[in-house]
């Protein structure tokens, strides 16, 4: 198994404004688990408020959960060493919804693919180049564009540029949270294809978190349902979509039909 999450809770807490003021908790997340094989894709769909970008930041380790574990090949993250745990952030990366809003304005996009390389490979400037090269040619870009600014470049491009410099790296799993939904609906498809090409090229794992259960059919094999932080429904995309169990996946399942 390459990662598994075994009893996630997220807590937040937060001063109650009563009379009686006190510590109070805010349940963002209450007894996840999942299992993520390799090159499989595994689809975290809910409302916006359900806890999906939490979780995928406690698999990032972004976020630290209240309880529970996140285990990589067999190890709690949090009893890796240095080493090991820089080879997890090496080998988990993110793709975001705001593609231009993760990167630094001022930095010219040959900065921006180079950042992840740079951080934890430390690659000679020859071999740095060439593995930048080889990645834009990877996700479809044209070098034309490594001395220009994110501002300077469409949407399309910048998501582009986010999933290469995601994958600068060679991860071994891509959280992606909502990585069209800041887009146009034509390119939209482009960037799904290029996800699914990258998969098959490249043996990833997905964490797919969407809202929009029509991406779900066309990108994952595995399905968690989110509802108010907790799993209402998990299993092979396939079954759920056919026969729906819970009420809110059957409203969800509703609006694409």
């Given amino acids: 198994m390459l990662l598994e999450a075994r009893g996630i809770h997220k807590h937040y807490p937060y001063l109650s404004r009563r009379l009686f003021p006190g510590k109070r908790t805010f349940v963002a997340l209450e007894d996840i688990n999942f299992q993520l094989e390799r090159a499989m894709t595994l689809g975290v769909v809910g409302e916006s408020g359900s806890g999906k970008s939490t979780l995928g930041g406690i698999v990032g380790d972004l976020r630290k959960p209240t309880e ?7 190890r709690d993250i949090e009893t890796l060493g240095k ?18 809003e993760s990167m630094n304005p001022v930095y010219r996009i040959k ?28 996700v479809g ?23 290469a410099r ?30 699914r090409r990258l998969q098959n ?38 079954s759920i979509v056919r026969n729906p169990q819970h009420d809110y996946t059957k409203s969800l399942l509703s609006f694409v039909k």
């Fill in 83 to 100: 080493k090991d745990y820089l080879e997890y952030r090496k080998n988990v990366q993110f793709i975001f919804q705001s593609p231009q």
């Fill in 141 to 163: 870009l044209d070098r034309s564009i490594l001395e220009k600014r994110p501002s300077e470049i469409s949407g399309g491009q910048a998501q582009r540029v986010a999933i």
């Fill in 68 to 74: 529970g574990q996140i285990i990589y090949k067999d």
């Fill in 111 to 138: 900065k921006v693919l180079g950042e992840p390389l740079d951080v934890l490979l430390k690659l000679d400037d020859r071999e740095k180049e060439r593995r930048i090269l080889e990645t834009m040619e990877l």
């Fill in 166 to 195: 995601s994958i600068m790296l060679r991860p071994e799993i891509l959280i992606l949270d909502e990585p069209t939904s800041a887009l146009d609906v034509s390119i939209q498809a482009q960037i799904l294809n290029l996800l």
């Fill in 201 to 238: 090229e490249l043996g990833m794992s997905y964490l797919f978190i969407t809202h929009n259960m029509a991406l779900i059919n066309y990108m994952c094999d595995e399905l968690m349902v989110l509802y108010k932080g907790r799993v209402v429904e998990k299993g092979p995309v396939e």
